[in-house]
């Protein structure tokens, strides 16, 4: 047998968890008696488990992959073709709708993107176990390859602190990959991460039930968390019967989208001080205080411009608002508190769409389920922008920090401006598909970060008109499902695909 699955290319493997997980929707769609839903699920889990067993049997012949580049290949086609089979169900089961918007909903959850594109009521309960739990697995996806793929090759941001030379090209670092093919690494390190990812998963589910949200939409809640998908069987936390109690356990599980260092490092009496001087961490840090203490003093401007008294008992409700939620959107998960729409009716100031846009194009930690630029990488941009400012003060003066603090003032930060550069391309790429099917340049300009960000619900907080993503065109809807497939994967890495120079590195 374990043969038989070494064998097996990543997309048929993914194929068969993703054919085993549509049996859990189907036997809590039968207990609770929607008997449709259960059979829908039941019978596409039956029909894609002979069909992935028929394809695995068909590669038992093929050369086992050794190339690690191959499994980024691998992977894109994994995030391209992958929904078409999850999809399936979700559109069985929903019934009055088409296809390509089961499809384009597949591809959010898959990436963590967590777009919505049908009415929370319209679903049934086994369907929301269903959106969930692809967003949870494709968050576990991304832990896994990140570590076990994008690691050794540079890539994913681990190219900021990477050891490599800058020289015009991509440099490999084939040295990891010697001691275990890349299948071997994905199947140690899946085996290695699945009880951390399930554990923490567990822990915050039983916190949200606690703190009195219902079991299905708290575990739901929690998937989204530890995955940063934002899904919500109730359209977000605001209705989910938490209150403060569940706010603040999700809040504790965000740290887990700051820095990788969180679940990779193990726990000893030494880890909170790691913690402490990890630079992701600090970034983060900072990023929430200085901006909740904006928002804050903003709503009590307002409050005061508006020439009433600042009510004592609204103060901490706005600030708890403006941390949840600043951080919320910083790791991409895009949940907003229940304390924010109270802080809005406390100073009758509108949504800050622009710095929120900001916040999820700065994004999480490297190699988290976090979308956006990622914070090593700004910090990478802001050690160096403070470096040459020093420089011009004191032209011969020698910086500190050690042989990695240099290595991220110079090589790291020529890196990360190039991602930035190509980040914003694609981005304007996305903006001038999406204008050309009829979108304003808002609409577009918050779609395009959206998608590429993997913040789905960032279209229904910033515009003035929340945006209906099944609305759209199907060509939009194609724009946007292919920008999600970019956000997730990142410029970079398609860029080594379809560099052939990097192919024979």
Not at 317 to 330: D, I, P, R, Y
Request: charged share 10%; hydrophobic share 55%; aromatic share 10%.
């Amino acid at each position: 047998m374990r043969t038989y699955l070494s064998r097996l290319p990543l997309f048929v493997v993914l194929m068969g968890l993703g054919a085993l997980a549509m049996m859990a929707p189907a036997l809590v769609a039968t207990a609770l008696d929607d008997h449709l839903t259960g059979r829908v699920f039941f019978y596409a889990s039956l029909l894609f488990l002979i069909l992935t067993i028929l394809i695995g049997f068909a590669c038992q012949t093929l050369l086992p992959v050794t190339s690690p580049r191959a499994h980024l290949a691998g992977l894109l086609v994994a995030y391209i073709a992958l929904p078409v089979m999850l999809a399936f169900p979700l559109a069985e089961a929903v019934g009055n709708t088409r296809y390509i918007n089961a499809y384009l909903d597949m591809i959010s959850a898959l990436t963590t993107t967590g777009a919505s594109l049908f009415d929370p009521d319209r679903l049934a309960p086994g369907v929301h176990l269903w959106r969930g739990l692809v967003g949870w697995l494709g968050g576990f996806l991304i832990w896994v390859t990140a570590v076990a793929v994008l690691a050794p090759l540079n890539l994913g941001g681990y190219e900021v602190t990477s050891e490599a030379r800058v020289s015009g090209r991509v440099m490999v670092s084939t040295g990891q990959m010697q001691a275990a093919t890349p299948a071997e690494r994905i199947r140690r390190h899946a085996t290695r991460l699945a009880p951390i990812y399930m554990i923490l998963t567990f822990i915050l589910w039983l916190g949200l039930i606690l703190s009195g949200e219902a079991p299905l939409a708290g575990l739901i809640h929690a998937m989204s968390t530890l995955s940063t998908s934002g899904i919500s069987p109730l359209g977000g936390i605001e209705g989910g019967g938490g209150g403060f109690a569940g706010e603040v356990v999700i809040f504790l599980f965000f740290l887990f989208a700051l820095s990788r260092r969180t679940f990779t490092s193990g726990c000893s009496m030494e880890t909170p001080r790691y913690l402490a001087r990890d630079r992701e961490i600090r970034l983060a840090v900072l990023a929430v205080v200085g901006l909740s203490v904006l928002l804050f003093s903003r709503h009590w401007l307002g409050v005061l411009e508006g020439g009433e008294t600042a009510s004592p008992q609204g103060a901490p409700a706005a600030l708890w608002g403006s941390v949840f939620t600043v951080l919320s959107f910083l790791t991409t998960t895009g949940f907003v508190s229940d304390s924010w729409a109270d802080a809005h009716a406390w100073s009758g100031l509108p949504t800050p769409g622009l710095l929120l846009m900001g916040l999820v194009l700065t994004g999480g930690g490297v190699a988290t389920t976090a979308g956006g630029i990622k914070l090593l990488r700004v910090y990478a941009l802001y050690k160096h922008g403070t470096r040459e400012m020093g420089r011009l003060i004191h032209p011969n003066s020698v910086a500190g920090a050690g042989r990695l603090g240099r290595r991220i003032r110079r090589e790291g930060a020529y890196i990360a401006w190039i991602f930035f550069m190509l980040f914003i391309l694609a981005m304007a790429v996305v903006m001038v598909a999406l204008a050309l099917t009829g979108l304003s340049f808002q609409s577009s300009l918050v779609l395009a970060i959206s998608a590429l960000t993997t913040t789905g619900p960032l279209a229904e907080m910033v515009a003035e008109t929340p945006i209906s993503y099944i609305r759209l065109t199907d060509t939009a809807k194609l724009i946007l499902a292919g920008a999600m497939i970019v956000g997730r994967l990142e410029t970079l890495v398609l860029l080594a695909l379809i560099n052939p120079g990097y192919w024979r590195a």
